[in-house]
């Protein structure tokens, strides 16, 4: 009966700031709609620079804000109808999120691997023994890792790239049907980060995943990602194909994006320099204090 | 005027401004009679020439920024200079910062050498104006009367396209991009002969990022400073540096002219740091390298590379690979690109 996986109706997120004489009111999100089919799994990038609003966006998927307006519907429920333990529980098995930076989302006093085994009881109710640590061992290696390598080991004992596999296992030990991922790679060194975005892809074909790829990363949503949605101060300016936007912008400001984007094939690195050092030169008007 | 002191590839008579030799920089701590080191830097040589950006690329642990901190002279323990030399143009015959006598090294510091920074929330004092912080820096190096100064100072704000407005704000009352221009300014204002850039653009975003890409490179030609660029963004250093060193595990592995790098990569590190970037418009799949970088506390013996290596032979892990020219301006440390000479 739901062909949509998540449905979000209009939503908007307004935040106060200041005081009783001088509020402010902050759109950080302003009616964004976007739908997720239940039976086609995709990666939707949600792109945008700091301030457009891409991370509250992310954050109310994820239930952990809620709109001030509008709706998010998961498989037809309306996410600010769920309430109680066992509710978030059920949505926690549909929907998990990713983070920036794995070093932050792993308590650094607590091995690895209870985590993993934690979850999966939790996810799995109370069977506990050697059926936890095989289905901990099999959400392991299917991020390329194993529960020998990472057993008995503490955060800080593994590389950035490794954690952030890890806090994917761990994602994928609720078996979600979405995962939200708020910039996943940006601090991942970059000899590591392309097995990381390739794992996405694998995540999608192999095991039917849906994933929220939100980056300000222009090159790495044009490489994995499906669909694109580009989010301006709170709202999308700009959504479709990924290939289609990315390779022909309709909306100024995509195109502005596209443009900063620096490439690393630049020939003739002087010439190049030479023409962005008149745009310095030339008189442009002074940027005043807001 | 601007043509003639913007030569990267000038004279090489004249005297380099930052001559590094085989500098050593390590960790070292000793608990309850353990000592543990980690050599984060371990032998890197290289030579800033005067009026060029020269770029430093590798990514986190991989020693980079133990590296600026020494040449900077920032060094407190546990970091120690076990090494090696760095050799100043304005600072002859003392092997670097930390030997030189701290009146010394108060002169050359914003006059001679200054710093752009990450997070440049920690360069501008939270609780002074930025026109006082320029005060407190650039005044006591520039003298003359505060009148001239403060001209002066408006004068080169306009270069960085900022309104004089700006010199009574508090640093969080600008945006990220202004207060990162404000610091630009603040580092350039003396016109020093060598600013050292860490990640200067790491935190902005990409629109903003490149303009202030370009404000660097208007002010550096236009100073003839020379620059030690450091990122780990190779998008950043294509559109940048005019040479680029690629730094593995606290050793130099390849250095050449930009456009020969990312054109005509050597080390199989490099050409797999180039050949992964994602391309807005290229569908090819990329692949990533496996393994993870090495622990610094206990590297691999021989290359630092040969573990994650898809040329390693049984030499790589016996002998360290020392840099050599493989072509004109172009030294990569690869016995695969080598061979393997006794030396």
Redesign the interface.
């Given at each position: 009966m739901n062909d949509l996986l998540l449905d979000v109706r209009e939503v908007s997120k307004t935040f106060v700031r200041g005081r009783l004489l001088s509020r402010e009111k902050i759109v950080a999100v302003n009616k964004v709609s976007l739908q997720l089919a239940a039976r086609r799994p995709e990666i939707l990038a949600i792109i945008g620079e700091s301030g457009s609003g891409k991370t509250t966006l992310a954050r109310m998927i994820l239930n952990m804000e809620t709109p001030t307006s509008g709706r998010l519907l998961l498989d037809g429920t309306d996410l600010a109808t769920i309430n109680g333990s066992a509710g978030r529980l059920a949505f926690m098995h549909r929907v998990q999120p990713i983070f920036q930076n794995p070093f932050e989302s792993f308590n650094p006093l607590k091995r690895v691997e209870r985590y993993l085994l934690m979850t999966r009881l939790r996810f799995a109710g109370t069977a506990g023994g050697s059926t936890t640590a095989e289905a901990v061992d099999a959400a392991l290696h299917k991020v390329g890792l194993s529960l020998r390598e990472v057993s008995g080991r503490h955060p800080h004992e593994l590389s950035g790239g490794q954690l952030q596999r890890v806090a994917i296992a761990r994602a994928l030990l609720a078996e979600p049907k979405l995962i939200v991922a708020d910039e996943p790679v940006s601090m991942i060194d970059a000899s590591l980060r392309m097995s990381i975005v390739n794992l996405f892809r694998t995540l999608r074909d192999e095991l039917g995943i849906s994933i929220i790829y939100v980056t300000h990363d222009l090159a790495t949503a044009y490489y994995i990602s499906d669909r694109i949605m580009i989010m301006q101060k709170g709202s999308v300016v700009e959504s479709g194909d990924a290939r289609d936007v990315l390779k022909a912008p309709r909306h100024p400001y995509t195109y502005q994006l596209r443009e900063a984007v620096l490439l690393p094939e630049v020939a003739n690195v002087s010439a190049n320099a030479t023409s962005s050092m008149n745009g310095l030169i030339s008189p442009g008007t002074p940027e005043r204090r807001a | 005027m601007l043509a003639s002191v913007a030569q990267?590839h000038g004279d090489q008579d004249v005297q380099p401004l930052l001559v590094v030799r085989d500098l050593q920089a390590y960790y070292r701590t000793s608990h309850a009679g353990v000592r543990r080191g980690i050599r984060a830097v371990d032998g890197v040589s290289f030579t800033v020439r005067r009026g060029e950006i020269y770029g430093l690329a590798g990514?986190?642990s991989s020693g980079k920024t133990t590296l600026i901190k020494s040449i900077a002279g920032a060094i407190k323990p546990p970091l120690e200079i076990v090494g090696g030399s760095m050799e100043f143009a304005f600072l002859p015959g003392y092997g670097g910062l930390h030997r030189a006598p701290r009146a010394m090294v108060e002169r050359i510091r914003w006059r001679h050498l200054s710093y752009i920074m990450q997070g440049s929330m920690n360069v501008l004092n939270p609780v002074r104006r930025i026109g006082s912080s320029f005060i407190d820096f650039a005044y006591p190096h520039i003298g003359g009367s505060r009148k001239q100064f403060e001209q002066q100072v408006v004068a080169h704000?306009?270069?960085?396209?900022?309104?004089p407005?700006?010199l009574s704000?508090f640093p969080h009352?600008?945006?990220?991009g202004?207060r990162q221009r404000a610091t630009l300014a603040l580092a350039t204002i003396c016109r020093p002969g060598f600013i050292i850039a860490d990640e200067p653009t790491t935190a902005l975003?990409?629109?903003v990022?490149?303009e202030v890409?370009?404000?660097i490179?208007?002010i550096q030609?236009e100073t003839g400073s020379s620059v030690l660029f450091v990122t780990?963004?190779?998008?950043?250093h294509?559109?940048?540096?005019?040479r680029l060193a690629i730094m593995y595990a606290g050793r130099l592995v390849e250095e050449a002219a930009?456009?020969e790098i990312?054109?005509n990569p050597l080390h199989p590190?490099t050409k797999?740091?180039?050949s992964?970037?994602?391309?807005?418009?290229e569908?090819a799949?990329?692949?990533?390298?496996?393994g993870?970088?090495p622990n610094l506390a206990d590297p691999p013996s021989g290359c630092r590379f040969h573990p994650?290596c898809p040329l390693a032979s049984e030499i790589c892990s016996r002998k360290v690979p020392v840099m050599r020219e493989a072509r004109s301006g172009h030294r990569v440390a690869c016995f695969a690109v080598n061979g393997d000479d006794p030396a």
């Open positions: - | 990267p990514e986190s704000l306009a270069r960085v396209r900022l309104d407005s700006v704000a009352e600008l945006s990220g202004m975003d990409v629109v990022q490149k890409l370009g404000m490179r208007g030609r780990h963004d190779m998008g950043v294509a559109h940048i540096t005019d930009t456009a990312f054109g590190y797999n740091l180039i992964s970037l994602p391309r807005i418009g569908d799949p990329r692949t990533g390298l496996g993870a970088p994650r």
